[in-house]
């Protein structure tokens, strides 16, 4: 079991990541963040929650009953990858991880993010 900073750490050494947090989506605030460089990561954390909060009401309003395990946003240069959490403690999470996308490997990214979402301790 990993907290959340050890968890984070080890999301920044996926291969090609650039930036990595853990949001609450109830209230749009990071619970922790590494990397980043010129990428503020709190108005990321904010703007995915309202992503996310999309995504279940659009799902909700369908009339699917499931829950969506990963959004993913492609931009020229980066993945953005959101793993909302599946465990009972990691309700209303998501992990947040920015990939640059000529040194990222996307599966294998998705996996190493489950790996490390099955591992956390809150």
């Given at each position: 079991?990993?907290?959340?900073?050890?968890?984070?750490?080890?999301?920044?050494?996926?291969?090609?990541?650039?930036?990595?947090?853990?949001?609450?989506?109830?209230?749009?605030?990071?619970?922790?963040?590494?990397?980043?460089?010129?990428?503020?990561?709190?108005?990321?954390?904010?703007?995915?929650?309202?992503?996310?909060?999309?995504?279940?009401?659009?799902?909700?309003?369908?009339?699917l009953n499931d829950t969506p395990e990963d959004i993913l946003v492609t931009l020229g240069s980066q993945f953005h990858l959101i793993r909302l959490l599946q465990s009972k403690n990691g309700q209303g999470l998501f992990l947040y991880l920015v990939l640059d996308r000529g040194r990222a490997n996307l599966a294998m990214a998705r996996r190493l993010l489950t790996v490390l979402e099955r591992g956390i301790e809150l």
């Open positions: 079991m990993n907290n959340v900073d050890e968890t984070l750490k080890s999301a920044l050494e996926i291969e090609g990541a650039i930036a990595a947090a853990l949001v609450d989506y109830e209230t749009g605030m990071s619970l922790g963040a590494v990397g980043g460089g010129t990428l503020d990561l709190d108005v990321a954390a904010a703007g995915n929650t309202d992503v996310v909060r999309a995504e279940l009401k659009t799902l909700q309003r369908l009339g």
